[in-house]
């Protein structure tokens, strides 16, 4: 957090997150949060509901440092900054949950694992059904929310 006084004696406060070293949308977090912690299934059948939850959360905690959400996050701007930073979020999914899906044994060689982690990986996908279902999932919307507008628009 940094905190800043104007001229008048007004203080600021801006929350930085290091994550991706440039500013994005406050939904940034939660729409990651929630790609990496959720199944596609659920996200379809409550995802608007968890994001306006969200929101009225994250108003009414504002409103005890007497701010009003409205004023300084609409609801349809949280919604829309949250569809704008879809790609990114799922993008991250692909890569982090290769990471924290895989079951590691004691005995793993460490340095082959952070150095060069796509046999480990692979045996993953080829024997483990929960990993290889999650990391299915995840890069099919990789490609439906990532690749296929781009290749939409490229035909055009």
Do not use: W
Not at 62 to 70: A, F, G, M, S, T
Not at 78 to 95: D, H, R
Request: charged share 25%; proline share 3%; aromatic share 6%.
């Amino acid at each position: 957090m940094l905190f800043a006084e104007n001229a008048k004696g007004e203080l600021s406060v801006r929350l930085l997150d290091f994550q991706t070293l440039h500013l994005e949308p406050p939904a940034h977090d939660v729409v990651t949060f929630l790609h990496l912690t959720t199944m596609r299934d659920m996200r379809q059948a409550h995802g608007r509901q968890l994001l306006e939850l969200y929101h009225q959360t994250l108003g009414d905690v504002l409103c005890q440092h007497d701010l009003n959400i409205d004023s300084i996050l609409p609801l349809q701007v949280f919604l829309q900054s949250c569809e704008e930073t879809k790609p990114v979020a799922v993008v991250i999914a692909v890569y982090i949950l290769q990471v924290t899906m895989l079951s590691l044994q004691k005995d793993i060689d460490l340095e082959n694992y952070v150095t060069v982690r796509k046999d480990f990986v692979k045996d993953a996908y080829q024997h483990d059904e929960r990993f290889r279902s999650r990391m299915t999932e995840a890069m099919e919307e990789l490609v439906e929310t990532c690749l296929m507008p781009r290749l939409r628009q490229q035909q055009r």
